[in-house]
């Protein structure tokens, strides 16, 4: 029968087509959704985010100690834009899946004046905290995850200060809720120890990351007083994986996919195992160790490759007083990015892990392949205080956090959004 | 609830789509020449806005009768929605994901009345 009047529904909002300047909280509204399944957990801590830099390239550059640099670097910036001193090939950056997954190339949305509303990025953060229903966010850099391998160490060191100084002096105080990592120059462990001295004491670096694209041996001398120091602040030492398509191994691989896929967990393999065979950890035992952004499925694969060689080779592994598993099992991990097409082999990675207590949530966001809580919450085969001690409390231990809600609740954030579209 | 307009037909480009919230459903309505297919905006995946995402041709391998590859080439019969938060790619007109059709959109009745273009609204539990 042919309609004379529309029908009428109580409302009707057309909703935009997502692209890289729609703003993040039509970006992640969904997760704003999905918040309320979670809002009775006691915190959410987001272990990895990330800062894409590009965007405020400029502020970190104007805080380089080194005249030289800064100058060679704001000449360069003049010239053709971009981001200078950075070792990646911009024309290799695939990650966005040609604009498929418009977050990874942000952020470019509008915000608030800076005066009143705070850097645009505290408000950036602000937007996603509040949306996906997180307590804290813990923020790394995104560009400077390959620095380890420019071969220029000035620059490491360097861009690791600014950076340190532009978080600690320019974004960290604007906002509690977002905490960071001091950057370890690690191709330099005397500039590491530095930073450790300088930022130990700082509430807001709740630790310190070594970007894992390097081939640095984790085990060599030169790092231990540098692990014992860490150690005796009380704070965790995180190892971060990234992608890295020169390493001449990966220079086969013709896909960006195939190269992501091996590369963000061939790093912590390679860091993990000369790790646990020269026994650090029985060297430092209360050193807390958190490896990020490596996925999961790698960990009952080295577990079971180290468990069986050791068995054999005892006498290459002799500082070992139990097997490598054993160590790897007292770890930390951060979730992203979970493989979860098989729950079968993932429940029995989180068995093999003891992922109830030592598993991390981490986004990654506003990266392609990020997860949010929701990636945690919805596991069939989790209880749910495994799910309340993934999701924050778990993260509370390793990063010195108090047990205390910061974020809003998620029908009052609903209630804001549903404002603003009216 | 009854079925609801959510535009004219011809405002709709080819390939175009629509993604509208009625009370509260999320729905993404799309054309294809002169067919017209509807969604729930939920990604089988994690829940994120698949409806919402970029609207490209599906891309394939270009294999040759030698078995070998002339390299990726965009298909000219089949279009995908992508969902923006992570890339899952689903067929228009199927809602089905290209490697693993079990992986689909869940769809939603849409029709072509007088014009107009019109999706049934199912009731929430
Ligand atoms: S939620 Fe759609 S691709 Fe992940």
Redesign the pocket.
């Known amino acids: 029968m042919p309609l004379e009047t529309p029908p009428r529904a109580e409302s009707f909002r057309e909703l935009p087509e997502i692209t890289v300047a729609s703003d993040t909280r039509d970006y992640l509204a969904h997760a704003a959704k999905q918040a309320l399944k979670y809002d009775d957990y006691e915190l959410i801590v987001d272990i990895d985010a990330h800062l894409q830099e590009g965007g405020f390239w400029g502020e970190i550059i104007g805080l380089l100690e080194n005249d030289v640099l800064k100058q060679t670097a704001e000449e360069m910036m003049r010239g053709r834009g971009g981001m200078p001193l950075i070792n990646m090939q911009p024309g290799m950056s695939f990650q966005s899946l040609a604009g498929r997954v418009p977050h990874q190339s942000g952020p470019t949305e509008p915000t608030d004046d800076p005066a009143k509303a705070g850097h645009r990025f505290v408000q950036i953060v602000r937007r996603t905290i509040d949306t996906m229903g997180l307590d804290y966010q813990v923020i790394f850099p995104t560009s400077m995850l390959h620095l380890g391998m420019n071969p220029m160490e000035d620059i490491e060191i360097y861009l690791a200060r600014a950076y340190c100084r532009w978080l600690t002096e320019i974004i960290l105080p604007q906002d509690k809720r977002i905490i960071a990592l001091a950057y370890l120059p690690f191709n330099t462990p005397s500039e590491c120890e530095k930073l450790v001295k300088q930022y130990g004491d700082n509430p807001q670096i709740v630790g310190f990351t070594v970007c894992a694209v390097r081939h640095k041996p984790v085990h060599a001398n030169q790092y231990m007083r540098l692990y014992s120091m860490i150690e005796e602040t009380g704070k965790p030492l995180v190892f971060h994986a990234g992608p890295h398509w020169d390493d001449p191994s990966f220079t086969q691989l013709n896909r960006f996919i195939s190269m992501h896929a091996l590369s963000f967990v061939h790093y912590n393999l390679i860091h993990m195992t000369n790790w646990v065979i020269n026994a650090l950890p029985e060297r430092f035992p209360k050193l807390k160790t958190v490896w990020v952004e490596s996925g999961l499925a790698w960990i009952p694969f080295l577990m079971q490759r180290l468990d069986h060689e050791v068995m054999m080779r005892q006498s290459e592994a002799p500082g070992l007083k139990r097997l490598p598993s054993d160590y790897m099992r007292e770890m930390y991990y951060s979730s992203q990015p979970m493989e979860r097409q098989n729950l079968a082999l993932l429940e029995a990675t989180f068995k093999a892990m003891n992922a109830e207590t030592q598993l991390l949530y981490s986004s990654d966001w506003p990266h392609w392949d990020f997860d949010p809580p929701s990636s945690v919450t919805t596991l069939p085969f989790l209880s749910d205080q495994a799910k309340r001690n993934i999701l924050g409390l778990n993260a509370a231990r390793v990063f010195n956090l108090p047990v205390k809600r910061l974020r809003p609740r998620a029908a009052e954030v609903l209630a804001r959004e549903a404002e603003r579209h009216r | 609830m009854p079925d609801v307009i959510v535009g004219k037909a011809s405002d709709f480009k080819d390939p175009g789509r629509k993604v509208v919230d009625i009370s509260g459903t999320e729905i993404g309505v799309f054309r294809l020449g002169d067919d017209f297919f509807a969604y729930h905006n939920i990604?089988p995946?994690?829940?994120?806005p698949?409806c919402q995402g970029k609207i490209l041709p599906c891309a394939t391998e270009d294999v040759q009768a030698d078995r070998t590859s002339a390299g990726r080439v965009y298909s000219k019969t089949q279009t995908n929605v992508i969902?923006p938060?992570?890339?899952?790619e689903f067929d228009i007109r199927t809602g089905r994901h290209p490697t693993d059709a079990s992986v689909r959109l869940r769809p939603v009745p849409v029709k072509v009345l007088n014009g107009d273009v019109l999706v049934s609204v199912p009731n929430r539990s």
Do not use: I, K, V, Y
Request: charged content about 10%; glycine content about 18%.
């Open positions: 990604c995946h994690l829940d994120g698949a969902c938060w992570h890339g899952f």
